[in-house]
């Protein structure tokens, strides 16, 4: 499946920005779908998940309040809500997929989307 991350861009702390995964296949459904991020530098984070029916969720206690993912499966599209945003969340977004994780981590993905760029000015 190919993952297309969009939504980035620059945004003053305090503000909000919903960044989106679409998927190319109808198979969509059946994958569960994180959300990542990179700061250049340092090591890849892991930034929420969300299940393949999209009933259960899970979030870095970085984002967790803050940020909140959902999808859409009959759009093939999974969203992140990104919320009162701060300077440290600036980093390139990924968004991955995985068929066997319920909850998807770096060691379960299948399937990597290429980034999108989030700008938080303090």
């Known amino acids: 499946v190919q993952l297309q991350a969009s939504g980035g861009g620059s945004v003053q702390a305090g503000g909000s920005l919903r960044l989106s995964c679409a998927a190319s296949?109808?198979?969509?459904?059946?994958?569960?779908i994180g959300w990542f991020r990179r700061v250049p530098g340092k090591e890849r984070e892991f930034v929420g998940a969300?299940?393949?029916?999209?009933?259960?969720?899970e979030y870095a206690d970085s984002v967790k309040g803050r940020f909140t993912i959902s999808r859409d499966n009959a759009e093939n599209t999974v969203y992140l809500q990104m919320e009162n945003v701060k300077p440290e969340d600036t980093a390139v977004y990924y968004c991955?997929?995985?068929?066997?994780?319920?909850?998807?981590?770096?060691?379960?993905?299948?399937?990597w989307g290429q980034g999108t760029q989030v700008t938080v000015s303090s």
């Open positions: 991955a997929a995985s068929l066997t994780a319920p909850l998807v981590m770096a060691s379960t993905v299948n399937y």
């Open positions: 296949e109808r198979t969509f459904g059946s994958y569960s």
């Open positions: 969300i299940s393949w029916r999209g009933d259960s969720s």
